[in-house]
T-cell receptor, first 111, second 112 residues
Framework: DADVTQTPRNRITKTGKRIMLECSQT?????MYWYRQDPGLGLRLIYY???????NKGEISDGYSVSRQAQAKFSLSLESAIPNQTALYFC??????????FGAGTRLSVL | ELKVEQNPLFLSMQEGKNYTIYCNYS?????LYWYRQDPGKSLESLFV?????AVKQEGRLMASLDTKARLSTLHITAAVHDLSATYFC????????????FGAGTRLTVKP
């Protein structure tokens, strides 16, 4: 089984809908992250968390929210999806060297 | 804020040739990371460079870090088709080690 698991793997939704992307990990890391990947832009950090009581905004947090339900679970929500949120979303954890371990990604399309 | 620039963004090379991918970053950083992404897949860690002058090698890939020049390089020796992938460098924001900034990626294609 994958160390970092994302669900769903693909999602198509309509403008204005609320959706949640989920991430769970078995690596035992405290730090978890959400990134989005757009062609030609690399990865950009949305939110990160050190533990269930510590949530931090990243470079592009507007339009997103997160919840850290447990050490192993970190979910990303789009309260009202818009087309420019169409992207590939990655969850990651990191170790003490801050090496990132990524999930398989969720491909989101907002129509 | 840290900005990370990679070049080239696209690289097509023949098997057996050597080439270098460059990663420049805009502010002081004492560490730099390299990742590989295969088409349709996730990112996997290749190297972490933790100090000035650090050099890491794995197979046909060698990465180095020059913190004074704010430059990291990923050198490919005698390329083979299996190295075809997108390579990303990343570094922590100056103010926050957990705010990781990625370059746009270098898409490498190795042709027979």
């Amino acid at each position: 089984d994958a160390d970092v698991t994302q669900t769903p793997r693909n999602r198509i939704t309509k403008t204005g809908k609320r959706i949640m992307l989920e991430c769970s990990q078995t690596k035992g890391h405290d730090r978890m992250y959400w990134y989005r990947q757009d062609p030609g832009l690399g990865l950009r950090l949305i939110y990160y968390s050190f533990d269930v009581k510590d949530i931090n905004k990243g470079e592009i947090s507007d339009g997103y929210s997160v919840s850290r339900q447990a050490q192993a679970k970190f979910s990303l929500s789009l309260e009202s999806a818009i087309p420019n949120q169409t992207a590939l979303y990655f969850c990651a954890t990191s170790d003490f060297k801050n090496i990132q371990y990524f999930g398989a990604g969720t491909r989101l399309s907002v129509l | 804020e840290l900005k990370v620039e990679q070049n080239p963004l696209f690289l097509s090379m023949q098997e057996g040739k050597n080439y270098t991918i460059y990663c420049n970053y805009s502010t002081t950083s004492d560490r730099l990371y390299w990742y590989r992404q295969d088409p349709g897949k996730s990112l996997e860690s290749l190297f972490v460079l933790l100090s000035n002058g650090a050099v890491k090698q794995e197979g046909r890939l060698m990465a180095s870090l020059d913190t004074k020049a704010r430059l990291s390089t990923l050198h490919i020796t005698a390329a083979v088709h299996d190295l075809s992938a997108t390579y990303f460098c990343a570094g922590p924001s100056f103010y926050n080690n957990n705010d990781m900034r990625f370059g746009a990626g270098t898409r490498l294609t190795v042709k027979p």
